[in-house]
């Protein structure tokens, strides 16, 4: 069934500014979590981009969140957010061309019989987009580093680090009640 939006205008804005916030986020805590957000399917940031995931949190209110944090300049925000929606409007053909390459592995999953060659094809050209997600990010993060001053950048990596180490003690209590129960 498709859908139809009956969003406003302005509301399918904010989802862009959010979506581009999302990005800005992996743009600039660091080239670590680049491979998870640009994996197809995948855990990190990325599902964030479609509404579903943490990533969100690091988006339109976040983002401004994040700025806030640094205490970044009128001019420092528009410059960032800049960056942010430009870097979303180069990573949807990516997230595109993503999902047509699971397509594919799926369809040659499922054949009768697996064409190993078409599959490792499939993968290489997984991989090849996989690379291409991360120079993107790579290259919003060295564009944000040219607005904001040596000293927001160490902020920002300071509130990454507390948010990993956070999140992990989440996961590990998480592993550990879900062992009790069984």
Known sequence: MAHTST?????????GARLAGAALLVAV????TLSA????????????MHG??????FSGRGLDRMLDSVNATTEQRAQVKQIAERTMADMKTQREAGRANREQLMKLFTAPVVDANAVEAARQQQMQQHDQASRRFTQ??????????PEQRKQLAERAAK???MMQRHMQERRSLEGSKQ
Request: aromatic letters at 2%; a positive charge.
């Open 7 to 15: 969003l406003a205008p302005r509301s399918v804005a904010s989802r």
């Open 29 to 32: 805590l660091g080239t670590l």
């Open 37 to 48: 957000w640009a994996q197809p399917g995948g855990h990190g940031g990325h599902r964030g």
């Open 52 to 57: 579903d995931g943490p990533g969100m949190m």
């Open 140 to 149: 919003a993060m060295v564009e944000v580093s040219r607005v904001l001053t």
């Open 163 to 165: 948010r990993r180490d």
